[in-house]
């Protein structure tokens, strides 16, 4: 496979499950990152590792847990989520560095119920 | 600080027609400016970008211009088809070391044969 991948692509969970999301990058970048695009809101940027160490968190509450393993894997781990946290997750990555484009993944839409 | 306001749309044009699609910024330092599009069920994908003032991004025929006077990034392009029909997000990387990036909130553009 090439460019980013995520899984799954579409998510349902109750408000007491614990799911995780995954991210796959195959373009030997050094940095991923976690958005979240909620209908007509500016993407929100979440997570942010560079080189596998966090260097970002934009005060995102504590039921979302980054894990970055390696430079090619992010998860995203869920667990009592709200129904306000129904969106759609995009991994992207990049080159570290000021001006590295990012390049996105095709998402996960999640519904919480 | 770091944001960017584009038109909100939709925007609705027949094939053939002129778009543009308005976009500014206000950023600490000297940013770099992205216009990303996101077709139907898949994640966003970098159309043009432009790292200093005065540069033109282009791609696929669509242009933007980095207008560092009048703060803007607005993307152009001359004759749209169908296929353009998607959401297209303006973005920048602040230019003071960090590489996250900041959208606007989108503008779904839908041309009609």
């Known amino acids: 496979e090439t460019g980013v991948t995520q899984t799954p692509r579409h998510l349902v969970m109750g408000m007491t499950n614990k799911k995780s999301l995954k991210c796959e990058q195959h373009?030997?970048?050094?940095?991923m990152y976690w958005y979240k695009q909620s209908a007509k809101k500016p993407l929100e940027l979440m997570f942010v590792y560079s080189l596998e160490e966090r260097v970002e968190n934009n005060s995102v509450p504590s039921r979302f847990s980054p894990e970055c393993p390696n430079s090619s894997h992010l998860f995203l781990h869920l667990h009592t989520l709200q129904p306000e946290d129904s969106a759609l997750y995009l991994c992207?990555?990049?080159?570290?560095?000021?001006?590295?484009?990012?390049?996105f993944g095709p998402g996960t839409r999640l519904l919480v119920l | 600080g770091n944001s960017v306001t584009q038109m909100e749309g939709p925007v609705t044009l027949s094939e053939e027609a002129f778009l543009t699609i308005n976009c500014t910024y206000t950023?600490?330092?000297?940013?770099?400016l992205f216009w990303y599009v996101q077709y139907p069920g898949e994640g966003l994908q970098l159309l043009l970008k432009a790292t200093k003032a005065d540069d033109k991004g282009s791609n696929k025929g669509f242009e933007a211009t980095y207008r560092k006077e009048t703060t803007s990034f607005h993307l152009e392009k001359g004759s749209v088809q169908v296929s353009d029909s998607a959401v297209y997000f303006c973005?920048?990387?602040?230019?003071?070391?960090?590489?996250?990036?900041?959208f606007g909130t989108g503008t779904r553009l839908t041309v009609i044969p």
């Open positions: 373009l030997g970048h050094n940095a």
């Open positions: 973005a920048l990387i602040p230019g003071t070391g960090a590489n996250n990036l900041f």
């Open positions: 950023a600490t330092g000297y940013p770099s």
């Open positions: 992207a990555s990049s080159l570290a560095g000021n001006e590295g484009t990012q390049y």
